[in-house]
């Protein structure tokens, strides 16, 4: 089993800042590429950032300057700094990983309970 614990969420004001961290544990052989999603009330999960075992990051576009996602692999944990917030920003975000677990054929994605994070003045 694993298990993915997010962290870091909150109530900030419009051009703001918060730090998510996701830490995963269990019988990790291996993981390889990490991300953050969101969704908001009423839309679809929706990809924030990505980062591979290697460093390599992608982002939406409309996060593109103002958020970062980073990883340690030492702590199996994946961040995203998220600055210049906007409301628009405002859902639950949930970090993902693919995952090879001891005794297992292959990577598989697992996910993080989920953190709210909420932009309002």
């Known amino acids: 089993q694993v298990q993915l614990v997010e962290s870091g969420g909150g109530l900030v004001q419009p051009g703001g800042s918060l730090r998510l961290s996701c830490a995963a544990s269990?019988?990790?052989?291996?993981?390889?590429?990490m991300g953050w999603y969101r969704q908001a009330p009423g839309k679809q999960r929706e990809l924030v950032a990505t980062i591979t075992s290697g460093g390599n990051t992608n982002y939406v576009d409309s996060v593109k300057g103002r958020f970062t996602i980073s990883r340690d692999n030492a702590k199996n944990t994946v961040y995203l700094q998220m600055h210049s917030l906007k409301p628009e920003d405002t859902a639950v975000y949930y970090c993902n990983a693919d995952i090879l677990l001891r005794l297992r054929l292959s990577y598989a994605p697992y996910w993080g309970q989920g953190t709210q994070v909420t932009v309002s003045s």
């Open positions: 269990g019988s990790i052989v291996s993981i390889n590429a």
